[in-house]
Protein backbone atom coordinates (compact mmCIF):
# COMPACT_ATOMS: atom_id res chain seq x y z
CA UNK A 1 0.00 0.00 0.00
CA UNK A 2 1.21 3.43 -0.89
CA UNK A 3 1.72 5.33 1.80
CA UNK A 4 0.10 8.50 1.29
CA UNK A 5 1.45 12.26 1.65
CA UNK A 6 0.62 15.76 1.47
CA UNK A 7 1.86 17.98 -0.97
CA UNK A 8 2.63 21.86 -0.04
CA UNK A 9 4.71 25.03 -1.59
CA UNK A 10 6.53 27.09 0.65
CA UNK A 11 9.51 29.06 0.34
CA UNK A 12 9.50 28.01 -3.50
CA UNK A 13 10.05 24.34 -2.38
CA UNK A 14 7.55 21.41 -3.18
CA UNK A 15 7.39 20.07 0.31
CA UNK A 16 6.10 16.39 0.71
CA UNK A 17 4.70 15.58 4.25
CA UNK A 18 3.49 12.20 5.74
CA UNK A 19 0.87 14.20 7.66
CA UNK A 20 -1.07 17.14 7.28
CA UNK A 21 1.03 20.30 8.24
CA UNK A 22 -1.47 22.49 10.53
CA UNK A 23 -2.43 25.80 9.15
CA UNK A 24 -1.62 25.03 5.83
CA UNK A 25 -3.95 23.92 2.74
CA UNK A 26 -1.95 21.40 0.48
CA UNK A 27 -1.74 21.33 -3.49
CA UNK A 28 -4.55 19.86 -5.35
CA UNK A 29 -3.14 18.39 -8.14
CA UNK A 30 0.89 18.18 -7.23
CA UNK A 31 4.08 17.31 -9.34
CA UNK A 32 5.04 13.90 -9.06
CA UNK A 33 8.16 15.16 -7.84
CA UNK A 34 9.23 16.92 -4.60
CA UNK A 35 12.15 19.38 -3.54
CA UNK A 36 12.10 18.30 0.01
CA UNK A 37 10.37 15.27 1.69
CA UNK A 38 9.35 15.83 5.65
CA UNK A 39 8.92 12.20 7.87
CA UNK A 40 6.83 14.27 11.01
CA UNK A 41 7.04 11.72 13.52
CA UNK A 42 9.42 9.77 12.60
CA UNK A 43 13.29 8.64 12.92
CA UNK A 44 15.75 6.97 10.51
CA UNK A 45 17.79 4.48 11.73
CA UNK A 46 21.31 6.33 11.43
CA UNK A 47 24.90 5.05 12.92
CA UNK A 48 26.00 8.75 12.69
CA UNK A 49 23.49 10.02 15.46
CA UNK A 50 25.13 13.11 17.24
CA UNK A 51 24.75 12.43 21.07
CA UNK A 52 23.40 15.05 22.71
CA UNK A 53 25.92 15.21 25.52
CA UNK A 54 28.55 16.56 23.07
CA UNK A 55 29.40 19.52 22.63
CA UNK A 56 27.13 21.28 19.03
CA UNK A 57 28.23 22.59 16.41
CA UNK A 58 25.85 25.77 16.30
CA UNK A 59 24.13 27.84 19.49
CA UNK A 60 21.36 29.83 18.65
CA UNK A 61 21.74 33.30 20.40
CA UNK A 62 18.46 33.26 22.27
CA UNK A 63 17.63 31.06 25.48
CA UNK A 64 14.18 30.25 27.81
CA UNK A 65 13.74 31.05 31.08
CA UNK A 66 15.70 28.47 32.18
CA UNK A 67 18.83 29.96 30.68
CA UNK A 68 19.35 26.99 28.55
CA UNK A 69 19.69 27.75 24.75
CA UNK A 70 16.35 27.36 22.34
CA UNK A 71 17.90 25.50 19.84
CA UNK A 72 21.51 23.71 19.23
CA UNK A 73 22.76 21.89 16.24
CA UNK A 74 25.10 19.35 15.76
CA UNK A 75 26.91 18.73 12.39
CA UNK A 76 27.29 15.10 10.99
CA UNK A 77 28.37 12.87 8.26
CA UNK A 78 31.33 16.05 7.21
CA UNK A 79 28.38 18.55 7.19
CA UNK A 80 25.89 16.88 5.31
CA UNK A 81 23.15 16.15 7.50
CA UNK A 82 22.42 18.42 10.52
CA UNK A 83 20.83 17.29 13.90
CA UNK A 84 18.73 20.60 15.31
CA UNK A 85 17.46 20.17 18.85
CA UNK A 86 15.21 22.60 20.67
CA UNK A 87 15.15 23.23 24.30
CA UNK A 88 11.71 21.57 25.07
CA UNK A 89 12.58 18.31 23.27
CA UNK A 90 11.44 18.88 19.45
CA UNK A 91 14.15 17.54 17.49
CA UNK A 92 14.98 17.22 13.71
CA UNK A 93 17.28 15.40 11.46
CA UNK A 94 18.19 17.26 8.14
CA UNK A 95 19.87 15.25 5.61
CA UNK A 96 21.47 17.95 3.16
CA UNK A 97 22.46 15.33 0.53
CA UNK A 98 18.31 13.57 -0.40
CA UNK A 99 16.42 16.86 0.90
CA UNK A 100 14.92 14.78 3.50
CA UNK A 101 13.56 15.96 7.36
CA UNK A 102 12.82 13.56 10.19
CA UNK A 103 11.32 15.17 13.02
CA UNK A 104 10.14 13.55 16.59
CA UNK A 105 9.07 15.57 19.76
CA UNK A 106 8.03 14.78 23.39
CA UNK A 107 4.52 12.47 23.53
CA UNK A 108 3.03 15.25 25.64
CA UNK A 109 3.97 17.47 22.95
CA UNK A 110 1.25 18.08 20.34
CA UNK A 111 2.14 18.03 16.33
CA UNK A 112 1.42 21.60 16.05
CA UNK A 113 4.35 22.88 18.27
CA UNK A 114 6.21 20.73 15.74
CA UNK A 115 5.46 22.15 12.89
CA UNK A 116 5.52 25.84 13.92
CA UNK A 117 9.01 25.25 14.79
CA UNK A 118 9.64 23.02 10.71
CA UNK A 119 7.90 26.08 9.17
CA UNK A 120 9.74 29.09 11.13
CA UNK A 121 13.50 27.77 12.55
CA UNK A 122 14.16 24.54 10.96
CA UNK A 123 13.39 25.71 6.95
CA UNK A 124 15.06 28.54 8.05
CA UNK A 125 18.26 27.06 8.78
CA UNK A 126 17.86 24.76 5.71
CA UNK A 127 17.99 27.82 3.63
CA UNK A 128 20.67 29.23 5.24
CA UNK A 129 22.87 26.26 5.23
CA UNK A 130 22.21 26.22 1.00
CA UNK A 131 23.63 29.38 1.06
CA UNK A 132 20.50 31.53 0.55
CA UNK A 133 20.16 34.92 1.72
CA UNK A 134 17.48 35.05 4.60
CA UNK A 135 16.14 38.23 6.76
CA UNK A 136 14.72 38.37 10.14
CA UNK A 137 11.75 40.22 8.81
CA UNK A 138 8.31 40.26 7.34
CA UNK A 139 7.21 41.74 4.40
CA UNK A 140 4.20 42.51 2.64
CA UNK A 141 3.37 43.64 -1.13
CA UNK A 142 2.64 47.33 -2.66
CA UNK A 143 1.49 47.74 -5.59
CA UNK A 144 3.13 44.81 -7.39
CA UNK A 145 6.12 45.13 -5.09
CA UNK A 146 7.93 43.62 -1.63
CA UNK A 147 8.19 45.81 1.50
CA UNK A 148 10.30 44.41 4.13
CA UNK A 149 9.96 45.17 7.61
CA UNK A 150 13.54 43.73 9.69
CA UNK A 151 14.52 43.95 13.13
CA UNK A 152 14.98 42.03 16.60
CA UNK A 153 12.48 39.98 18.08
CA UNK A 154 10.00 42.22 19.84
CA UNK A 155 10.17 44.89 17.48
CA UNK A 156 6.99 44.71 15.52
CA UNK A 157 7.94 42.99 12.42
CA UNK A 158 4.36 40.53 12.72
CA UNK A 159 2.41 43.24 14.23
CA UNK A 160 3.07 45.94 11.21
CA UNK A 161 2.41 43.11 8.80
CA UNK A 162 -0.77 42.20 9.99
CA UNK A 163 -1.92 46.23 10.13
CA UNK A 164 -1.01 46.48 6.71
CA UNK A 165 -2.67 43.26 6.11
CA UNK A 166 -5.87 44.39 6.96
CA UNK A 167 -5.15 47.91 5.18
CA UNK A 168 -5.92 45.58 1.57
CA UNK A 169 -1.74 44.77 1.52
CA UNK A 170 -1.30 41.14 1.40
CA UNK A 171 1.50 39.53 2.85
CA UNK A 172 4.78 37.64 1.53
CA UNK A 173 6.22 36.74 4.73
CA UNK A 174 6.50 36.55 8.12
CA UNK A 175 9.93 36.00 10.63
CA UNK A 176 12.01 34.58 7.91
CA UNK A 177 12.10 36.49 4.49
CA UNK A 178 13.56 35.27 1.74
CA UNK A 179 15.49 37.00 -0.69
CA UNK A 180 16.51 36.21 -4.40
CA UNK A 181 18.90 38.22 -6.63
CA UNK A 182 17.53 37.53 -10.03
CA UNK A 183 20.31 39.73 -11.64
CA UNK A 184 23.51 41.80 -9.33
CA UNK A 185 21.30 44.28 -7.64
CA UNK A 186 17.75 43.58 -8.33
CA UNK A 187 16.01 40.99 -5.03
CA UNK A 188 12.70 39.58 -5.09
CA UNK A 189 11.06 38.43 -2.33
CA UNK A 190 9.99 34.60 -2.22
CA UNK A 191 6.46 33.82 -0.94
CA UNK A 192 6.78 31.82 2.43
CA UNK A 193 3.51 30.11 4.35
CA UNK A 194 -0.08 31.93 4.53
CA UNK A 195 0.32 32.09 8.25
CA UNK A 196 1.19 35.17 10.64
CA UNK A 197 2.12 34.25 14.05
CA UNK A 198 0.89 37.03 16.66
CA UNK A 199 0.67 38.22 20.21
CA UNK A 200 -3.06 38.81 21.91
CA UNK A 201 -2.22 42.89 22.44
CA UNK A 202 -1.42 42.81 18.42
CA UNK A 203 -4.41 41.04 17.35
CA UNK A 204 -6.63 43.44 19.80
CA UNK A 205 -4.63 45.68 17.11
CA UNK A 206 -6.48 44.39 14.51
CA UNK A 207 -9.46 43.64 16.30
CA UNK A 208 -9.29 39.82 15.95
CA UNK A 209 -10.15 37.54 19.71
CA UNK A 210 -7.10 35.51 20.51
CA UNK A 211 -9.01 32.94 21.84
CA UNK A 212 -10.86 32.48 18.28
CA UNK A 213 -7.50 31.51 17.15
CA UNK A 214 -4.86 28.05 17.27
CA UNK A 215 -1.94 28.43 19.24
CA UNK A 216 1.50 28.70 17.97
CA UNK A 217 2.96 26.69 20.81
CA UNK A 218 1.18 24.77 22.84
CA UNK A 219 2.63 26.87 26.09
CA UNK A 220 2.70 30.05 24.17
CA UNK A 221 -0.52 32.36 24.21
CA UNK A 222 1.00 33.29 20.60
CA UNK A 223 -1.41 32.54 18.09
CA UNK A 224 -1.60 31.56 14.23
CA UNK A 225 -3.85 34.06 11.90
CA UNK A 226 -4.44 32.13 8.94
CA UNK A 227 -3.90 34.75 5.65
CA UNK A 228 -6.48 32.67 3.49
CA UNK A 229 -9.46 35.14 3.04
CA UNK A 230 -9.93 38.57 1.58
CA UNK A 231 -9.53 40.80 4.82
CA UNK A 232 -6.10 38.69 5.66
CA UNK A 233 -4.55 37.74 2.38
CA UNK A 234 -1.53 36.04 1.29
CA UNK A 235 0.79 36.69 -1.84
CA UNK A 236 1.80 34.07 -3.64
CA UNK A 237 3.79 35.98 -6.30
CA UNK A 238 7.16 36.57 -6.30
CA UNK A 239 7.98 40.22 -6.01
CA UNK A 240 10.73 43.02 -6.84
CA UNK A 241 11.91 44.21 -3.39
CA UNK A 242 11.71 47.73 -3.61
CA UNK A 243 12.41 48.85 0.35
CA UNK A 244 13.37 47.80 3.92
CA UNK A 245 12.05 49.76 6.47
CA UNK A 246 13.98 48.76 9.87
CA UNK A 247 12.07 49.01 12.72
CA UNK A 248 14.37 50.70 15.55
CA UNK A 249 13.69 51.74 19.16
CA UNK A 250 10.72 53.44 19.99
CA UNK A 251 10.55 57.04 20.37
CA UNK A 252 8.29 58.65 23.46
CA UNK A 253 7.40 61.17 20.73
CA UNK A 254 3.66 61.40 19.94
CA UNK A 255 4.31 60.54 16.03
CA UNK A 256 6.80 58.07 13.93
CA UNK A 257 9.92 59.21 12.67
CA UNK A 258 11.42 57.74 9.31
CA UNK A 259 15.29 58.02 8.35
CA UNK A 260 17.12 56.94 5.04
CA UNK A 261 19.99 55.01 6.34
CA UNK A 262 23.33 55.69 4.01
CA UNK A 263 25.31 53.05 2.65
CA UNK A 264 27.39 51.80 5.77
CA UNK A 265 24.85 52.12 8.39
CA UNK A 266 22.04 50.17 6.02
CA UNK A 267 24.64 46.83 5.29
CA UNK A 268 25.46 47.02 8.93
CA UNK A 269 21.24 47.22 9.91
CA UNK A 270 21.03 44.36 6.56
CA UNK A 271 23.80 42.35 8.27
CA UNK A 272 22.79 42.46 12.18
CA UNK A 273 18.73 41.36 11.06
CA UNK A 274 19.68 38.45 8.37
CA UNK A 275 18.35 34.89 9.69
CA UNK A 276 20.06 32.51 11.60
CA UNK A 277 23.37 33.87 10.49
CA UNK A 278 25.17 31.32 12.82
CA UNK A 279 24.95 28.63 10.86
CA UNK A 280 27.05 30.14 7.82
CA UNK A 281 30.86 28.96 7.25
CA UNK A 282 33.32 31.56 6.81
CA UNK A 283 33.21 31.29 2.81
CA UNK A 284 28.87 31.68 3.25
CA UNK A 285 29.38 34.76 5.63
CA UNK A 286 32.18 36.48 3.04
CA UNK A 287 29.87 35.71 -0.19
CA UNK A 288 26.50 37.13 1.79
CA UNK A 289 28.45 40.23 2.78
CA UNK A 290 28.97 40.70 -0.42
CA UNK A 291 25.52 40.60 -1.46
CA UNK A 292 24.00 42.44 1.00
CA UNK A 293 26.14 45.09 -0.11
CA UNK A 294 25.20 45.22 -3.62
CA UNK A 295 21.04 44.98 -1.18
CA UNK A 296 22.09 48.30 0.55
CA UNK A 297 23.21 50.11 -2.09
CA UNK A 298 20.58 49.23 -4.57
CA UNK A 299 17.46 48.92 -2.21
CA UNK A 300 16.69 52.25 0.07
CA UNK A 301 17.03 50.86 3.47
CA UNK A 302 15.18 53.48 5.92
CA UNK A 303 15.19 53.13 10.22
CA UNK A 304 11.93 54.00 11.60
CA UNK A 305 10.87 54.56 14.83
CA UNK A 306 7.77 54.20 16.21
CA UNK A 307 6.04 55.35 19.15
CA UNK A 308 5.96 53.76 22.39
CA UNK A 309 2.18 53.69 22.57
CA UNK A 310 1.37 50.76 20.36
CA UNK A 311 -2.22 52.16 19.71
CA UNK A 312 -0.13 54.38 17.43
CA UNK A 313 1.55 51.57 15.10
CA UNK A 314 -1.53 52.42 12.31
CA UNK A 315 0.00 55.33 12.22
CA UNK A 316 3.14 54.07 12.01
CA UNK A 317 2.09 52.12 8.25
CA UNK A 318 0.39 54.90 7.47
CA UNK A 319 3.67 57.10 7.51
CA UNK A 320 5.32 53.92 5.80
CA UNK A 321 2.75 54.18 2.91
CA UNK A 322 3.16 57.77 2.01
CA UNK A 323 6.88 57.69 2.29
CA UNK A 324 7.05 54.26 -0.14
CA UNK A 325 5.06 56.06 -2.74
CA UNK A 326 6.62 58.93 -2.58
CA UNK A 327 9.43 57.62 -3.83
CA UNK A 328 8.11 55.86 -6.18
CA UNK A 329 6.73 58.80 -7.30
CA UNK A 330 9.93 60.21 -7.73
CA UNK A 331 11.59 57.15 -9.88
Partial sequence: ???????????????????????????????????????????PHTPDAANLETEPSHVGPF????GEPIVRIWSLA????????????????????????????????????????????????LLRSRGEICLHASAVSMEDAAVAFVGPPGAGKSTVAAL??????????????????????KFSVIPSHPLLSLWPESLELIERRSEE???????????????????????????????????GKRSSGPAPQVQRLDGH??????VADTYANYVLDSQQRAKELETLARLASRVPVHAIHASEDVSRLGALCDLIRRDYRLRSSEY
Avoid at 91 to 115: G, H, T, Y
Avoid at 164 to 185: I, K, Q, T
Fill in 164 to 185: FSCRGHAVLADDVVLLREREPG
Fill in 213 to 247: LPRVFSNLEKRRLPLLNPANRFENRVLPLESVYVL
Fill in 78 to 125: DGSTLRVAYYHGPEFLLDLKSNRIWARWPQERPLEDAAAYLLGSVLGI
Fill in 1 to 43: MTKQFFTYRVFDLLLNANLPIPGLMPIDDPPPTADLIVYLGEW
Fill in 265 to 270: AALMSL
Fill in 63 to 66: TADT
